[in-house]
């Protein structure tokens, strides 16, 4: 059977990230020499409990996928410490200085479900051998054990085992993302990284993918870092949300208080701009003006500075340091506790 016991202490993050940076060489001349570093992910700290969903939100170009890919060491990181702490482990493990031994055993314990279920998909592969895949590169599971293990798998994302001799191209967007979070969950993982698994679908099937999600977090006491843009997902399946803008968090706390409370005028922007499903409730939406600044120059002093409808001298001086604000709450602005920014009036 699949595992359905978690034996991570509570009193303890499952995974901790410090300081991670993750910089780009910008390229010029016949010998291509570096002359400028494009700053994708800045100096983020961020902590998961186990059986927590933390959601990572911010406008596209800001860093959150680079900050998922980042974090299991799909792509290398400049600077900064990914702890892991295994199942059964005493001590933290460094991702980010691990070998290939340590990273394959990572592998097994934090896997990914990416945006585009048709491209993560190789479409010149059964869906059984797609969801099997995993077991057979661990080594840990003979073939009949494979296909009995897939078989469960595909039954528990909502398929039929008929579906395991099929091709990707056979099936719908939705179904498809069904068959990622299938090979994602094949190896029991503790950690998934859900990179905007639900952008791509359409609104219906959407609703049903969230549904799952929650499912089987609750069955197979999943952790999720869920990286998206849309708030409103966010707010129905995290416990947390971190707020990223230009790779920078720039708030974090519990969902319900960022959405009632926010504390920092760009968390304020986004929140405003969360459709509200009652026609007789109209609230203002606050539009920010110009583009995201190039990660390559940020501004000087808060990087929000530009576009933020409160700043003053400071803002564009002085880089504001990401504080405790409130309970379990932290926020990188220094107008935080005069501006009493308010979310959305009523609950969900």
């Given at each position: 059977m699949l595992r359905n016991d978690v034996n991570a202490s509570a009193e303890r993050p499952l995974l901790e990230v410090k300081g991670l940076k993750k910089y780009y060489p910008v390229l010029a001349g016949v010998l291509r020499r570096p002359v400028a570093q494009i700053k994708a992910v800045d100096g983020v700290d961020l902590a998961l409990l186990p059986g927590q969903a933390l959601g990572l939100v911010g406008e596209s170009g800001c860093g959150k996928s680079t900050t998922g890919r980042a974090i299991l060491k799909l792509i290398e990181p400049t600077e900064g410490q990914i702890l892991y702490w295994f199942q059964g482990g005493t001590e933290p493990m460094d991702i980010s200085r691990a070998g290939p031994?340590?990273?394959?055993?990572?592998?097994?314990?934090?896997?990914?479900?990416?945006?585009?279920?048709?491209?993560?998909?190789?479409?010149?592969?059964?869906?059984?051998?797609?969801?099997a895949e995993p077991l057979l590169v661990h080594g840990l599971a003979g073939f009949r054990e494979r296909v009995r293990l897939a078989t469960e798998?595909?039954?528990?994302?909502?398929?039929?085992?008929?579906?395991?001799?099929?091709?990707?191209?056979?099936?719908?967007?939705?179904?498809?993302?069904?068959?990622?979070?299938?090979?994602?969950?094949?190896?029991?993982?503790?950690?998934?990284?859900?990179?905007?698994?639900?952008?791509?679908?359409?609104?219906?099937?959407?609703?049903?993918?969230l549904q799952l999600l929650?499912?089987?977090?609750?069955?197979?006491?999943?952790?999720?870092?869920?990286?998206?843009?849309?708030?409103?997902?966010?707010?129905?399946?995290?416990?947390?949300?971190?707020?990223?803008?230009?790779?920078?968090i720039v708030e974090s706390g519990p969902v319900e208080e960022i959405f009632h409370q926010p504390k920092h005028p760009y968390t304020e922007a986004l929140i405003s701009?969360?459709?509200?499903?009652?026609?007789?409730?109209?609230?203002?939406?606050?539009?920010?003006?110009?583009?995201?600044?190039?990660?390559?120059?940020?501004?000087?002093g808060c990087r929000f500075h530009p576009r933020?409808?409160?700043?003053?001298?400071?803002?564009?001086?002085?880089?504001?340091?990401?504080?405790?604000?409130?309970?379990?709450?932290?926020?990188?602005?220094?107008?935080?506790?005069?501006l009493n920014l308010r979310g959305p009036s009523g609950g969900r």
């Open positions: 031994k340590t990273l394959k055993a990572v592998r097994r314990e934090c896997q990914i479900i990416y945006q585009d279920p048709y491209s993560s998909l190789n479409g010149r592969m059964s869906v059984g051998d797609i969801v798998m595909i039954e528990a994302v909502g398929l039929d085992s008929a579906h395991l001799r099929r091709y990707p191209h056979e099936f719908s967007g939705g179904q498809r993302q069904r068959i990622a979070i299938a090979r994602a969950l094949i190896l029991q993982p503790r950690l998934v990284v859900a990179d905007e698994p639900v952008s791509a679908l359409d609104v219906s099937v959407q609703a049903q993918v929650k499912h089987l977090q609750t069955r197979f006491h999943l952790t999720y870092l869920f990286i998206s843009h849309d708030l409103a997902v966010v707010r129905y399946i995290c416990d947390r949300v971190s707020v990223m803008y230009l790779g920078w701009a969360v459709p509200i499903p009652d026609p007789d409730r109209q609230e203002k939406r606050i539009i920010l003006s110009g583009d995201v600044p190039s990660p390559v120059a940020p501004p000087r933020c409808r409160y700043a003053r001298e400071i803002c564009a001086t002085e880089i504001p340091e990401y504080r405790p604000s409130g309970v379990d709450r932290g926020v990188r602005c220094h107008l935080s506790e005069e």
